[in-house]
């Protein structure tokens, strides 16, 4: 559909017939009708406006959801342009109406009658209203004119002149929004659909969570149940509501958990159409949409519009943030007429199979039944199928780019079903960080989970401790309450990491006890160190429990290293199983059966905190890794470079002569910057042991890196890089290490013995920069702050330390370096450079050597 509405086609779709309005038509076109002759109709348009208007009640019965759906949008244009016919009649102007038609010269402007679409879901009832103010200007305008046409013009004085041109303007628009607006809440008061595209539906639910959509689906549909309606699916999906709420074993006995209907809170949300060139991935981009709490009126909006049969809606959400549990919700939730809802979990289906293919697949999955595309849609006998796609990011990552056109060949299937008369609308659910990865079809709106703030965290726990209200003082626990979930806000505001922590609190209330005082490396410490105990505890006798949960850690970590090191929040099995052949070639294997795949698939599949993406590509299920929520990656990261570097400091103690052995750490850091994951960096502030011991054992192994061979891993390879970009890697993330443990450094701690530190650092900085890509070496700049030291007006040294906000709080960093008169801010220094027309602020680290010996630059800030 275009962006409006053709007036004629309007009154024609809703039965409307007048003879004034045919003779108009015959006159002009359907589409532009002259405005002499509708001054002259204007009685009679209004009249049969308020007629069809009127039969309201006839619009939903015994109709299809396209027709259905096309009388509520016709309705819409007849609505907006009787009020503005009406509006013309109100004005008080120094002529009489009826010498608004003819005159000489009176048929040589026309109307275009066509409305503006009505309201959408996504956006407000203002900005719909607006739209439609700014139809009526134009309107307005033509109306304008042909008053000046008109004989009456020539005898109206100056000041009736001035009258009449801002009547036809502003005061014309106003009334008729007015009239507009009144006559749209007064339908949306007995049409459902009226109320759900404006988003004025009633704001304060009756029902708890998704059953409020099912409550107002009801009020649109018809009632009837259609013999040809597959049933068995909706029974089908209607079972996900009775079943827990997660598939996970090693509960306390006891602790029970609740079911999808019962635990689900509806997530607040934000919703926008996307235009060319926008990227939903960003948060950016979504700052300028607000906060909604209605999710189930906005889903109720998107499929009673014609826009749900032309572009599929994305459902956007962090991992854990509840994507698939929506989609089974919305799956079970959708069960009466007009829609029939088939929700395809794209894990389980062919990849490179057509959409029409991936169904027939899900259909056969779900019932066991064989059914082909067309016998389902025909089945339906006019309702509107709601095809489900969930997991559309796991098919980017299994397969690749390859699937980079998905969502344009959802749109043509939609396209070409609604040309055959078999309308479907599709709901896409994807992860947001890959969201930029694939192309978006015009018109597609798409709609971004937001984390759960405190209301909705609470709402979820009062479920969680009424299911579990025997279980607690049984079990000498308090409940879960929300101001412990609260302290670890990060987590909390996760539908999945909400429930990891009850888990955890339900171990003795072990959140519960030290709430305030746990630090997050310890927090992390002990959430994955009792998950992998507890699933250990269910196969092997308890005295081994403790060492294999450290291996388990281990493997997760070097998991964990084989996203980092590609760049990625995520990995193929067969690249996870490949590095932990040469990073744990004997330790990783563990008596048992032999398992189709390698330590890999052993690392993740007994691990809560890893999410496996899945799709099917010839038959072949393809795998690949992510960590449910990224912190969990990048504390395992830091906690394996820690306890490298724990052994390392043991190492330099009791072979001072010999040296220290730093193969697995080199052969880990020479691939990725560490400043390009900032938590990865927090974390490793807060593991620091023995600061001095550490600081001593990194600065040697960066002074001594043109003396000691590289005795990395040769055959860890996760990319293609030469042994200069590896060293450029390696002596960067030796910086951060250093830093990390030591409030401050000079440069010449780490180049001792150099006449010129300042030209050495200046060395490293431009190798830095020449190897490392350009987001790592910005983020370089972005976390070492470096502060120049005079003497006698020369620059003499460095001092460096790390501009790190709080991982978790978020703070601007800034130096303070009291009585200093030779201070320069990063910022002043940033100002300088571009100021110099160097060639970029991303080369501070390099390049602000020779604008600092610049007699100008050296001063005191202001």
């Not at 602790?255 to 509806?266: G, I, M, N």
């Not at 300042?758 to 190798?767: D, F, I, K, P």
Request: proline share 6%.
């Amino acid at each position: 559909m275009g962006d409006k509405y053709r007036y004629i086609d309007a009154v024609r779709l809703l039965g409307g017939a007048d003879p004034a309005l045919e003779a108009l038509v015959s006159t002009g076109t359907v589409a532009l009708l002259p405005v002499a002759g509708v001054m002259e109709a204007r009685g009679a348009l209004v009249k049969l406006g308020a007629e069809l208007l009127g039969r309201w009640r006839d619009w939903r019965p015994g109709s299809t959801w396209r027709a259905r759906t096309d009388r509520f949008e016709a309705a819409h244009a007849v609505l907006v342009v009787t009020a503005y016919i009406e509006a013309v009649e109100t004005l008080d102007l120094p002529f009489a109406p009826g010498e608004l038609h003819g005159g000489e010269g009176g048929g040589r402007h026309y109307w275009e009658l066509a409305a503006p679409l009505c309201p959408a879901p996504h956006r407000s009832f203002e900005q719909a209203v607006a739209a439609v103010r700014g139809y009526y200007l134009g309107l307005g305008q033509q109306l304008l004119a042909h008053v000046r046409e008109l004989g009456l013009w020539e005898r109206l004085g100056d000041h009736d002149r001035q009258w009449t041109v801002a009547a036809y303007g502003d005061e014309l628009a106003e009334m008729a929004v007015l009239r507009y607006t009144d006559r749209y809440r007064t339908l949306a008061r007995d049409v459902p659909e009226f109320a759900f595209w404006a988003g004025i539906a009633d704001h304060q639910p009756s029902l708890p969570g998704m059953a409020e959509l099912e409550r107002l689906i009801s009020l649109v549909a018809s009632g009837e149940t259609l013999p040809g309606r597959p049933g068995v699916l909706d029974r089908l999906h209607q079972a996900a509501l009775v079943r827990p709420i997660a598939e996970t074993g090693g509960l306390p006995i006891g602790l029970r958990l609740p079911t999808l209907a019962q635990a689900y809170v509806t997530p607040q949300f934000r919703a926008a159409e996307i235009a060319p060139g926008d990227d939903p991935s960003a948060d950016a981009w979504w700052e300028g949409h607000p906060v909604r709490s209605d999710l189930p009126v906005f889903l109720a909006g998107f499929l009673t519009s014609s826009a749900a049969a032309e572009a599929p809606l994305i459902v956007l959400g962090q991992p854990g943030s509840g994507k698939s549990v929506l989609s089974k919700v919305l799956a079970a939730r959708l069960r009466d007429a007009p829609f029939l809802p088939i929700r395809v979990p794209l894990r389980e289906v062919q990849a490179g199979a057509g959409i029409q293919e991936q169904i027939e697949e899900a259909v056969y999955h779900l019932s066991g039944e064989r059914q082909d595309w067309p016998a389902i849609a025909g089945s339906a006998g006019g309702t509107l199928p709601v095809v489900i796609l969930d997991g559309f990011d796991e098919l980017l990552q299994a397969t690749g780019v390859r699937q980079s056109d998905y969502l344009m060949k959802v749109a043509r299937f939609q396209h070409r079903e609604a040309d055959a008369g078999r309308a479907v609308a599709v709901v896409v659910t994807s992860r947001t960080a890959v969201a930029n990865r694939a192309g978006l079809p015009e018109g597609t709106v798409v709609a971004r989970l937001e984390p759960f703030e405190a209301d909705a965290t609470r709402r979820w726990l009062e479920v969680w401790n009424a299911v579990n209200a025997d279980y607690f003082p049984a079990a000498g626990l308090e409940p879960f309450t929300v101001d412990v979930a609260m302290t670890q806000r990060h987590l909390a505001g996760q539908p999945l990491l909400l429930l990891m922590l009850a888990f955890y609190d339900a171990d003795g209330n072990a959140l519960r006890r030290e709430p305030g005082t746990l630090g997050q490396a310890e927090l992390y410490e002990r959430l994955m160190t009792r998950f992998a105990e507890r699933a250990l505890e269910k196969l092997h006798p308890r005295e081994q429990v403790g060492r294999l949960a450290e291996l388990e850690l281990l493997r997760l970590s070097f998991v964990a290293s084989s996203m980092f090191n590609r760049g990625r929040q995520w990995a193929t099995i067969e690249e996870v199983d490949a590095d932990l052949e040469v990073l744990l070639p004997e330790r990783r294997r563990t008596p048992g059966p032999v398992r189709q795949h390698g330590g890999g698939h052993e690392a993740v599949a007994r691990s809560f905190f890893v999410h496996r993406a899945q799709a099917v590509r010839d038959d072949e299920v393809l795998h690949t890794f992510e960590f449910v929520h990224a912190t969990f990656g990048e504390f395992l990261i830091a906690r394996l470079v820690a306890s490298l570097l724990r052994e390392l400091v043991a190492q330099e103690s009791s072979l001072v002569l010999t040296g220290v052995h730093d193969g697995l750490l080199r052969t880990l850091l020479s691939w990725a910057t560490l400043s390009s994951r900032l938590p990865v960096v927090s974390f490793l502030r807060e593991l620091v042991g023995d600061a001095d011991g550490w600081r001593a054992v990194v600065l040697r192994l960066f002074r001594e890196l043109d003396a000691r061979e590289d005795s990395s891993i040769a055959a860890y390879r996760p990319w293609i890089a030469g042994p200069q970009r590896r060293y450029a890697y390696y002596s960067a993330n030796l910086m951060v290490l250093a830093l990390a443990c030591t409030p401050e450094l000079r440069a010449s701690e780490f180049m001792p013995g150099h006449e010129d530190v300042v030209t050495e650092w200046r060395s490293y900085a431009l190798l830095w920069r020449s190897q490392c890509a350009l987001a790592e070496w910005q983020s370089l700049v972005d976390l070492v702050a470096v502060r120049p030291v005079w003497s006698q007006d020369d620059l003499r040294e460095l001092h460096l330390k790390l501009s790190l906000p709080d991982l978790w709080e978020p703070a601007p960093f800034s130096w303070s370096w009291a009585g200093m008169d030779k201070l320069l801010t990063i910022a002043q220094l940033r100002r300088q450079i571009m100021f110099s027309a160097l060639p970029d602020e991303g080369a501070l680290l390099a390049l602000y050597v020779d604008d600092l010996r610049r007699p100008e630059v050296r001063r005191a800030p202001p």
